[in-house]
Structure formats: structure tokens, C-alpha cells
């Protein structure tokens, strides 16, 4: 591997951390990334597109600033150009993104809709879902509700688990720290205490945003397929449709 291959692949590793904020899935699985280029200089060139020339201007933003402060993390870098290609807001996002401006500065008609906001809107939405599978998993495992709910983070991260339950704690605990509140491994989205005796149904309720990011997940890829040629990004095995269809098993259902 020469050296330039090396830093190319350091590049993507770093672009594969960033997610699609509505998707909650690396930018790089979906197929957003459409290249790299590298300078002798430490100077990196990414472009990147998405599924129709009319995604929300505000995630779209997001991704980019996201693509941008990934990239630019690396010790080698010295400047970075995000690129979106065939967008309806192309200028005013490559623009925002080269200046380093904040989305409401970029999007001023947008009032409040600052950077941080919208992160921090995604990312609990994120926490939710990342949330549900990690439940769903626990309660399969045999773990009581009551338990569950009563665990702290430094509990959580004691538990013994298989391969799929560690890297379901992992994605977890990466969003688990925007919410804040009770010093509980598992409260709401306000930071509030989650009932065991209303746990099920709690569940029920948080599915709903799994189940619209599956939905949406499957129509970014068929839309990107189907604009750009190429079979879609298959979809990811955990967690699947089905987790957030079924219904809940009795022993999610028990106080």
C-alpha cells in the first residue's frame, strides 16, 4: 500500500464515522461519498451527493459540516473542500461549508435553526432508536425490565454480553451522553426516568422512529440506485424492519 493509499483510506475511515442524521447510518455504507482526492500538501478534496435533488437542506448541511470537521480532525490535514454535487441548495451549502459559517448564517430565513440544534434534534433521535435495539436485545437476553431500568451507566457498561448486545451498548452509549438528566443507563429523550411497568409500551412509542428511518433507509438507497445507476446499498442487518414491526414478545410485555 503506498502512502497515498494509506492516507485515503484513513480519510474514509474518518468519513464512515459521520452518519446521515435522519438515517442514523454511516455516510460511506450508503454511498453518499463519491470521492477522495489528496494533495502532497495535506490538502483533501471529498464530494459527496444524496438521493434527490430536494434533501432538507438542514441535514444535508449537517453532513457536510460533519464531513468537514471529520476529515479535518486527522493530525495530516492541513485544509479541507466538502462538495455536494446536484443539489437545489448547492452554492449556498459548498459556500457555507468552504467559509465555515453556521447553518442559520448560511440558511438565514431558517431562524433558529442553528448547527447545534440540529444535531443535537437528530441525535436524540438517533439515541432513541440506538436505544430500542439495545432493549429489545437485554429483555431477549433474559434481563428483567425492572432491572434494566434501574441500571446506571457504570451498571450498563458491567454487563456481560455477546458480540451483538456489546456493539449495540457501544452505538448506545455514544448518543446516551446528549441527553443528560438522570444518572440512569436508560431514560427518555427529556432525560426523564423510564417506568418497568410501562416499559412495553414506552417501546412501542420509540419505535416509530426506527421504523421511519427503515422506511426512509430503503428509499434513499432505491432513490440513489435508481438517480446514479447501480443496485441499492443493501439493508443493514441490525436492526432490521422487522425488529420495529414485531410484536412485543411476553417477556417484553411483563412488569
Known sequence: M?????????????????????????VVE????????IDGDGAVRVGFRLPTYWCA????????????????ALPWVNTVAVTLDE???????????????????AFPAEAGNDLAGIRQHFGLKAMERRQEALLRH???????PQALVSLDLAGLAALALDA???????????????VGGLPLAFVTSTGERIMHETLAVYLRHISRVGLNAEFNGALCRGLLAVRYGGAPQPLPAEPGLADFMRQSSPQTARP
Open 2 to 26: 503506498t502512502a497515498l493509499e494509506a492516507r485515503i483510506g484513513e480519510v474514509r475511515a474518518a468519513l464512515d464515522q459521520v452518519t446521515d442524521p435522519e438515517l442514523d447510518e454511516s
Open 30 to 37: 450508503l454511498g453518499f461519498v463519491t470521492g477522495i482526492e
Open 57 to 72: 437542506a438542514n441535514f444535508s448541511y449537517l453532513m457536510a459540516a460533519d464531513m468537514r470537521d471529520a476529515v479535518r
Open 87 to 105: 443539489h437545489m441548495f448547492i452554492d449556498a451549502i459548498n459556500d457555507g461549508i468552504a467559509k465555515d459559517k453556521d447553518f442559520s448564517d
Open 138 to 144: 437485554l429483555l431477549a437476553a433474559g434481563h428483567a
Open 164 to 178: 451483538a448486545g456489546a456493539e449495540l451498548r457501544r452505538r448506545y452509549l455514544e448518543r446516551r451522553g446528549l
